[in-house]
T-cell receptor, first 115, second 112 residues
Framework: GAGVSQSPSNKVTEKGKDVELRCDPI?????LYWYRQSLGQGLEFLIY????????KSGLPSDRFSAERTGGSVSTLTIQRTQQEDSAVYLC?????????????FGPGTRLLVL | DQQVKQNSPSLSVQEGRISILNCDYT??????FLWYKKYPAEGPTFLIS?????DKNEDGRFTVFLNKSAKHLSLHIVPSHPGDSAVYFC???????????FGTGTRLTVIP
């Protein structure tokens, strides 16, 4: 079966532009997570969606970052007015339900470079 | 504030020998620990986990040890294969948390 997919795989943008990153979770997975990995850093939690509940946005680094999940499936992470420090690999993960951490399945990531 | 730390950015071992990857954590609330493996251009894949009620969990060539008093865990790979060459991330969480807390990773190279 298909795993978590993310698009685009690479994105180069200019400082100040907006970008949208897409995540298609595994079908039937109700939980969806966004992380990012900056150079030399571990994965940093950004936002979590579970079913129809209000998302946990506690990891978003600034109000330039937002995410939505439409129809409980596809999610879009939007970064407005990108800055060079936003350059990172953005990883999406999904799981059946938030019952056991090890069931998070990760996509290949979107590598974002802000010039 | 890095709550999960992997102090060795890289490790090289000979094929067939043991690989030991280390991880330290600071948050006493963590009660679940995981290791993920990551190849280039791929997302991390789950490898093995351990609950804080245990001090050891074994799965084939992979064993994770947990020392709660020292807030330390390690991943042992025996024997190591060249295909094990990847970046290994330690992660931790607690019951009720919405996310995993990751270390910065250790790049393992297994030399044929």
């Amino acid at each position: 079966g298909a795993g978590v997919s993310q698009s685009p795989s690479n994105k180069v943008t200019e400082k100040g532009k907006d970008v949208e990153l897409r995540c298609d979770p595994i079908s039937g997975h109700t939980a969806l997570y966004w992380y990012r990995q900056s150079l030399g850093q571990g994965l940093e939690f950004l936002i979590y969606f579970q079913g129809n509940s209000a998302p946990d946005k506690s990891g978003l680094p600034s109000d330039r970052f937002s995410a939505e999940r439409t129809g409980g499936s596809v999610s879009t992470l939007t970064i407005q007015r990108t800055q060079q420090e936003d350059s990172a690999v953005y990883l999406c993960a999904s799981s059946l339900a938030r019952t056991s951490p090890e069931t998070q399945y990760f996509g290949p990531g979107t590598r974002l470079l802000v010039l | 504030d890095q709550q999960v730390k992997q102090n060795s950015p890289s490790l090289s071992v000979q094929e067939g020998r043991i690989s030991i990857l280390n991880c330290d954590y600071t948050n006493s609330m963590f009660d679940y620990f995981l290791w993920y493996k990551k190849y280039p251009a791929e997302g991390p894949t789950f490898l093995i986990s351990i609950s804080s009620i245990k001090d050891k969990n074994e799965d084939g060539r992979f064993t994770v040890f947990l020392n709660k008093s020292a807030k330390h865990l390690s991943l042992h790979i025996v024997p190591s294969h060249p295909g094990d060459s990847a970046v290994y991330f330690c992660a931790a969480s607690w019951t009720g948390a919405n996310n995993l807390f990751f270390g910065t990773g250790t790049r393992l190279t297994v030399i044929p």
